[in-house]
């Protein structure tokens, strides 16, 4: 907005001054609280609000009340708001009778007591509501029925308990018939642990019935959608009173509908001191888990208005400064969350760019038109200080700044109705709490509200931060910090003069790092007190702006007589056994890389994978993905590991972890989460619940006994026998999971047709496992390679019989050749496969295979030797004689009957000489020996001959042939059994 527009603005502070509409009376007891010192609980000079009158107890009631504690008072008993009814004494030193109900840290309780008494009779009303926190408004009604006893709590538009306090019917019934005394946020005891009772917190709207209301009215009056007045006690029409010579409580007005009653996802928290907006002011409140504040609208922008008008904040001595000539006027200016830097002059919400501010009361001259730097917004706003507990809005406009150069204060904004801070690292017996809530006190300083008696100030004159436990004000732990650090992330806490004896004695250290984090449960907190989902906590990933998240990581937890060679099996008191642990073996084969029949082995790559829980280790920080909860080398050597023995192997090999081995853990069982002793937050795993895997490849070479009876028609099975140490099979035992198949099944002499994992013996599973591999020889190759060959081997033998008989040289050549031809490929078949005293099929083909030429040679020889001729002259010692005839010893053959007409013909012929027998010349020596044996006479026995070389032996090679394949083939397709 330009000049010329103050009017519009007056206009403005004028609405943002309005009060509400609906005001209710509060009182804040005990409100300038020394958080250093304990309160007096002995002291009936307490701080209270309380209402005189007379009063008719009734036979039914209903009380409610509202309150705002910002602590548990009295360490020793830790309660936060109480109320309570009856009669006081003279003194004011204790009831004499009274009806008191209080929320202590154990939970809500109900007391009576009459005048006959000396302590209450109580009745306990459930756990204490853990999703209410301190710093919050409480809507509490509770219902009594003194004629049966029942008891009702509503809190917060919820029933939270109803049951019997039977206990309260005879002390009901010796009250006197009036009562007279009402107290708001305290109580006048002189006995018990709580002594006198004065809260430090707000409360308001008391209201007594005469009746239970119904349980619908209940709700609605603590869900705040009901404002009922009692017809006993009204609080808008009592006179109540301020008690207490200390005057420490204050009396206020307060819009029960935005106030008290509104209900809101985030809250607002101011920031005392001045930083840039880029990064600062948005990395400060990244810390307190939540964002820089802003506006969008109207609406928003009043309530951050109405927020930062708390009298508290015009005391901060950064921010706020006192404009001159005036005695109670104060300039507070602010950063907002909002910004121009993607479009100048649209103003955009930082976090949100779709969020685009739409209300604009701009000061004079401002926004810089034409300017690029001018980015970041800022709020001026004049505030008139009061007595009450908001100033007056006197002025009010926008600015734009540099985001990175000018400097300035801010409000943060967080989920959840107050910013909750716990101390982690802390000993478990020490004085100090571990839980706080921010607030800012009187002076305009930062502050932890402890829950109890503690607190952590910032002492502006020292700059650093003060650690108080109010059960001893002499005990402080410091932390040099500045103010615009809150304490968060991690810091040196200096323990010197503080008194935690329980937790140091006098020669340790006092200077210890502790965690102030304002995480949620689930995240983890950086050093830098940043917050991160606790699932990245050592993922490998640096999620910290400081890296600290990737700094300890370590997995594994093993406790002191934890023994890396004893396996982590159970003992079964009851039966009085050990009970052992169950490892479940799976084989993902590879490849299989070689097969050597001769030798009896062959060489497997292989994955084994082991799986096992192991209750003695606990687990930190576990990733749902397995792969990131690996062992380190380290952490290998430091477990147990199962001893599993390849027992056919030459060396009796065993698995065990190297640099090889892959171990995980598999996250399977819920976590709990570390307890606030420890810094960092760290999701435990129960080793019990979650898996450890070994994973390993292999490659090694086993013992296989090749049974080859039936090769090439074979089907062989070799194992991986896998067996546990006689020693531990009483607390180890194996169990079989998944066989997977990841190589090839066809390999280059077999077919890999099944695969299995089982027992060696189903009945005693201690013997151990074996991995089952079942390979059917490819029978191709021994086709191609033997059995073709022999075939075409035996055609040309078979061949030779339809030779021209003067061949008959060549007959036998040919046979003879095939049989050497065989006898070579019978004794190469041989060399390669390993040496048996059995008789192989393979072996049984190629001795059949050679018979046939052999018997061919013989039974030519016998068809030649058969023959009969006539008289001829033959080369004898280089003479020429008569052979044939009367004269030849063949003549006495058994065919005497056709001598006579053979000689006859064989003397008609004209024989070939000797040196036509041996002539060089090709062609007469075939026509000599063709007329040789032209000149034979063909006998019975050569016909015999000749009907075995062409027709019985033929039939005798189909049949043995079809009997072989039938039963060869018949063994090779059928199943084969496991060994």
């Known amino acids: 907005m330009r000049g010329g527009g103050g009017i519009f603005i007056v206009l403005i502070y004028t609405a943002l001054r309005e009060v509400s509409s609906t005001p209710i009376q509060t009182f804040h ?13 002995s002291c009936k000079d307490m701080q209270c609000v309380t209402n005189q009158g007379e009063y008719r107890y009734p036979d039914k009631f209903t009380f409610c009340y509202r309150s705002k504690a910002q602590v548990n008072t009295n360490p020793s008993a830790a309660w936060s708001s109480v109320v309570s009814f009856g009669r006081i004494s003279e003194d004011w030193s204790h009831m004499e009778e009274a009806v008191q109900f209080g929320v202590w840290e154990t939970g809500s309780w109900l007391g009576m007591k009459n005048a006959n008494m000396d302590s209450y009779s109580w009745v306990g009303l459930g756990e204490e509501r853990k999703d209410i926190p301190l710093l919050s408004w409480r809507h509490i009604c509770f219902t009594v029925d003194l004629d049966t006893g029942g008891v009702s709590l509503f809190e917060n538009g919820k029933l939270t308990w109803r049951g019997l306090g039977e206990n309260l019917i005879p002390v009901a019934a010796a009250f006197k018939p009036t009562f007279t005394f009402v107290s708001a946020g305290c109580i006048y005891r002189n006995e018990g642990v709580s002594g006198y009772m004065s809260m430090h917190g707000e409360i308001t709207d008391v209201q007594m019935f005469s009746s239970v209301l119904p349980d619908q009215e209940l709700e609605d009056i603590t869900g705040c959608r009901l404002f009922k007045k009692g017809n006993i006690v009204n609080w808008m029409e009592e006179e109540w009173n301020m008690n207490g010579t200390k005057s420490n409580t204050f009396q206020d007005s307060r819009d029960i509908d935005v106030d008290i009653c509104g209900e809101s996802s985030t809250s607002l928290h101011f920031l005392p001191f001045k930083q840039v907006m880029k990064p600062d002011v948005m990395s400060t409140c990244s810390k307190m888990s939540g964002r820089a504040a802003g506006y969008t609208d109207e609406i928003s922008f009043r309530h951050l208005s109405k927020f930062l008008s708390d009298n508290k904040n015009l005391q901060s001595k950064e921010c706020s400064t006192l404009i001159e000539g005036t005695e109670d006027t104060y300039k507070l200016t602010i950063f907002t969350s909002n910004s121009d830097d993607e479009q100048e002059t649209v103003w955009r919400d930082l976090y949100d760019k779709d969020r685009i501010v739409s209300y604009l009361p701009w000061a004079p001259n401002r926004p810089y038109a034409g300017g690029t730097k001018y980015n970041c917004m800022t709020i001026l706003y004049d505030f008139e200080r009061t007595d009450k507990y908001l100033a007056n809005l006197k002025e009010v406009a926008l600015k734009d700044e540099e985001c990175g150069v000018f400097v300035d204060c801010a409000v943060c904004q ?9 101390v982690r690292g802390l000993c478990k017996f020490s004085t100090f709490v571990r839980k706080y809530t921010y607030s800012i006190q009187d002076d305009g300083t930062p502050i932890w509200i402890g829950i109890k008696s503690s607190a952590i100030l910032y002492i502006q004159s020292e700059d650093r931060w003060e650690w108080y436990d109010r059960k001893n004000n002499a005990s402080v732990a410091l932390i040099n910090s500045p103010a615009n650090s809150l ?9 010197s003069t503080a008194y935690d004896t329980r937790c140091f004695k006098e020669e340790d250290e006092k200077i210890i790092k502790l965690k102030f984090s304002t995480c949620k449960p689930g995240e983890y907190t950086c050093d830098d007190a ?3 989902d606790s699932e990245q906590r050592c993922d490998q990933t640096s999620n910290c702006l400081d890296g600290s998240d990737e700094i300890n990581c370590r997995m594994i937890i093993q406790k002191d007589n934890y023994n890396k060679k004893i396996a982590p099996f159970k003992f079964d008191r009851d039966l009085n056994q050990n009970i052992p642990v169950v490892i479940n073996i799976s084989v993902s084969i590879r490849d299989i890389l070689k097969i050597e029949e001769i030798n009896h082995i062959f060489i497997v790559k292989y994955v084994m994978i082991m799986e096992w829980y192991d209750y003695r280790l606990e687990y930190y920080n576990l990733k749902v993905n397995r792969s990131m909860n690996s062992f380190s080398s380290d952490e290998l050597d430091r477990v147990w590991i199962p001893f599993v023995i390849f027992d056919n192997t030459e060396k009796n090999e065993a698995t065990k972890g190297d640099e090889d081995t892959e171990m995980t853990v598999t996250r399977e069982g819920e976590f709990t989460r570390s307890d606030d002793t420890v810094p960092e937050e760290i999701n435990i795993f129960n080793g019990e619940d979650n898996r450890i895997t070994f994973s390993r490849v292999y490659s090694k070479t086993f013992k296989c006994e090749y049974l080859l009876q039936l090769y090439p028609f074979d089907t062989q099975t070799c194992t991986i026998d896998m067996k546990i140490r006689e020693s531990q099979r009483t607390s180890v035992e194996i169990a079989p999971d998944m066989i997977l198949m990841d190589g090839k099944t066809d390999l280059t002499q077999y077919i890999v047709t099944n695969w299995e994992l089982d027992y060696i013996n189903s ?12 390979m059917k020889r490819r029978i191709m190759n021994e086709i191609m ?8 081997i035996l055609i040309i033998v078979y061949t030779t019989n339809f030779f021209k008989d003067f061949f008959f040289e060549a007959v036998v050549t040919v046979n003879l050749t095939a049989l050497l031809v065989l006898t070579t490929l019978f004794i190469s078949v041989s060399d390669s496969l390993p040496q048996t005293a059995y008789v192989k099929m393979v072996d049984i083909w190629l001795i059949f295979a050679q018979l046939i030429p052999f018997f061919e040679v013989l039974l030519h020889t016998f068809m030649d030797n058969m023959r009969q001729e006539g008289e001829r002259e033959i080369n004898h010692h280089g003479k020429a004689i008569t052979v044939g005839g009367d004269s030849d010893n063949s003549k006495n053959g058994l065919f005497d009957s056709t001598s006579s007409r053979a000689k006859l013909a064989f003397m008609d012929s004209v024989s070939p000489t000797v040196a036509e027998m041996v002539d060089r010349d090709e062609k007469k020596l075939v026509d000599a020996r063709k007329k040789f044996y032209e000149a034979q006479i063909i006998t019975d026995w050569v016909k ?11 039939f005798f090679i189909l049949t043995f042939s079809f009997v072989y394949w039938t039963y060869g083939l018949t063994q090779y397709l059928s199943t084969p059994s496991r060994n």
């Open 29 to 41: 007891l005990n409100r300038k609280m020394d958080y250093r010192n304990l309160m007096c609980f």
């Open 414 to 422: 967080v989920s959840g109705p107050v910013l909750e801070m716990k």
């Open 487 to 495: 304490v968060l992330g991690l810091q040196k806490v200096d323990f």
């Open 530 to 532: 940043r917050c991160i």
């Open 763 to 774: 009945t005693n599973p201690s013997e151990g496992l074996n991995l089952i591999i079942v």
């Open 785 to 792: 390679t033997t059995y073709l060959p022999t075939i075409l």
């Open 944 to 954: 015999f001959g000749e009907f075995v070389s062409r027709i019985v032996i033929p």
